[in-house]
């Protein structure tokens, strides 16, 4: 049987390997120069490859309808990814929060594994070769038509389409984040064309740009670890999404592993635009969460009095990052030139409730060009889940980031290409 694979990342490359390995004659289609041009930036070009959870948890990781991908992760787990790494010599370490990494830090020897499996399984590889349509016979695929683009020096509109034939055409072009990597959307229009219906593109895993700039600015650079976030709707006070871990100012807002995971949560707000619009979302940062109110004001006051005939602001480098004193003593009203033996109680209190409720308000996503995934896809409705087949189009399978499932950071949306892509390629 022929089987064509449209996009080379890390789906399309399990979906190569799986229909290879069932005796499939396999092509992948990248229009990009090489694949798995993604998979080398993620982890911050390291890689995190999965997440070490027991599978059963992948799901709660998983907001962006997670129990779709039942099926597919009993057929591909984190185990059998690490199998084919490993076979290929690439041995993996665990950090914190369940995240994998190859040994080496390098993304690249990940996505070489995956090369060699390929090769090994003598499946056909065309780079910078774009799909720019699926052929169908009623509702069934017969093939593609593809440009390729490596004539140099021609022209584009002059560059010839040529037909391919297929039994089978699996759809894993990815989303439209990151579109310098190659996901530019194009696998959205391919499926419209044939009847899908692409539910709303919004970007996920997304950095968070705050109202208060100036102070954003002024903390720039600043990563705080340990900390505890909730993001807080403040029309009706309820808690959005909470936290424990890292973030980081940026000139524009904040990101950080924590920030990234609550944008996923955020997206999902009804009316979220006009709750932006309106400064109804706040980010309240506890800078201090192994201490409560009352043991944090013990704490203080006991620095208080080591330092009583300093100045204020030159008593608070036991307590704080240097680079948010400044912020901090401005945000508390007190006169840093005062001696700390002159703070009042009142005053006390109100620094205490201030370091263990640092807000921030949300004013919007970053573009989804900055966004690590896209939420958002071809719906789920219709897909068969056991084999990722379109239920409109006899054929046609989907894999990876172009379905409309999304998860936190940690290796999860990852796993999601590997066990789309490797089920859609076993069918």
């Known amino acids: 049987m022929k089987v064509v694979i449209i996009g080379g990342g890390p789906a399309g490359m399990l ?16 229009k990009m120069n090489m694949c798995g041009k993604k998979l080398l930036i993620t982890g911050k070009g390291r890689c995190n490859i999965t997440s070490s959870l027991d599978m059963s948890e ?32 690439v041995k993996v370490k665990n950090e914190r929060g369940n995240r994998v990494f190859p ?25 910078n070769t774009e799909v720019t349509k699926i052929l169908i016979d009623g509702n069934k695929v017969i093939g593609l038509k593809y440009k390729n683009k490596e004539a140099v020096g021609v022209a584009p509109m002059s560059v010839q389409e040529n037909e391919i034939k297929a039994d089978k055409i699996i759809l894993a072009t990815g989303g439209r984040s990151y579109s310098s990597t190659g996901s530019t959307g194009d696998g959205y229009k391919m499926a419209m064309e044939l009847g899908h219906t692409i539910t709303k593109i919004k970007p996920s895993l997304v950095p968070l740009v705050a109202k208060e700039k100036e102070l954003c600015v002024s903390l720039q650079g600043l990563s705080l670890r340990n900390v505890q976030i909730k993001l807080i709707n403040n029309e009706n006070k309820k808690i959005i999404y909470e936290d424990f871990g890292e973030m980081l100012f940026t000139h524009f807002g904040v990101s950080g592993p924590t920030i990234l995971s609550s944008s996923a949560h955020l997206l ?4 979220i635009e006009n709750l932006l619009k309106q400064d109804k979302i706040i980010l309240s940062i506890d800078l201090k969460p192994a201490l409560s109110e009352e043991k944090l004001d013990a704490r203080v006051l ?33 006169n840093p030139d005062k001696k ?6 009142t005053e006390r209190i109100k620094f ?25 896809g071809i719906n789920i ?8 087949e379109s239920k409109i189009i006899k054929g046609l399978y989907f894999a990876g980031e172009i379905i409309d499932v999304d998860a936190y950071t940690g290796g999860f949306n990852l796993q999601i290409a590997y066990s789309t892509g490797f089920t859609a390629g076993m069918n």
């Open 15 to 30: 979906a190569a390997i799986s229909s290879a390995k069932n005796g499939n004659s396999v092509t992948i289609l990248e």
């Open 58 to 89: 992948f799901i709660k990781n998983i907001p962006g309808n997670g129990r779709f991908l039942y099926s597919a992760f009993n057929n591909f787990t984190n185990q059998d990814i690490i199998d084919i790494l490993q076979k290929h010599g």
């Open 103 to 127: 040994l080496s830090d390098k993304s690249n020897d990940v996505l070489n594994a995956l090369l060699e499996e390929l090769e090994n399984l003598k499946v056909q590889i065309k780079t």
């Open 268 to 271: 999902r707000v009804k009316n």
């Open 302 to 334: 006991k620095d208080f009095e080591e330092f009583k005939n300093k100045q204020f602001k030159n008593s608070l480098d036991n307590l704080l990052p240097k680079k948010m004193i400044e912020p901090i003593i401005e945000l508390s009203k007190i």
């Open 340 to 345: 700390v033996n002159e703070i009042s109680k």
């Open 352 to 376: 205490v409730h201030l370091l263990k409720n640092f807000t921030v308000t949300i004013k919007d996503f970053r573009d989804i060009n900055e966004a690590i995934i896209t939420a958002g």
């Open 381 to 388: 409705k219709e897909i068969n889940s056991s084999t990722m």
